[in-house]
């Protein structure tokens, strides 16, 4: 049984950070890739960021770079998307997803089989 669990969202003004957590509940977790993506109201679910359990491989969408950080604790199976110098643009809700993703979909949604049930991020200008 696989299971996602989100938390860490909320209200934010603009130039804050904040740190979203995703607890896995995942068994063979190292033949996993772990990721952030975001859906904003109206627009499509885009990827925000991943990382492969086994090697702490790194992915970003290139817009995010710099200002997110995608890690994982390996100790307590959680990944966390820690985002600096958020924008009103980055609101929206945050969804984590697992998977046994190769390299052409870690940052697609074909990649992933497993979400959560995802948190919303409200940046105020």
């Known amino acids: 049984q696989v299971q996602l669990v989100e938390s860490g969202g909320g209200l934010v003004q603009t130039g804050g950070s904040l740190r979203l957590s995703c607890a896995a509940s995942?068994?063979?977790?190292?033949?996993?890739?772990v990721s952030w993506f975001r859906q904003a109201p109206g627009k499509e679910r885009e990827f925000v960021a991943a990382?492969?359990?086994?090697?702490?491989?790194?992915y970003y969408a290139d817009s995010l770079k710099g200002r997110f950080s995608i890690s994982r604790d390996r100790s307590i199976s959680t990944v966390y998307l820690q985002m600096y110098n958020l924008e009103p643009g980055d609101t929206a809700v945050y969804y984590c997803?697992?998977?046994?993703?190769?390299?052409?979909?870690?940052?697609?949604?074909?990649?992933?089989?497993?979400w959560g049930q995802g948190t919303q991020v409200t940046v105020s200008s």
């Open positions: 995942i068994s063979n977790i190292g033949s996993y890739a």
């Open positions: 997803a697992a998977g046994r993703a190769i390299v052409s979909t870690i940052m697609t949604t074909r990649g992933y089989t497993t």
């Open positions: 990382i492969r359990w086994m090697n702490g491989n790194v």
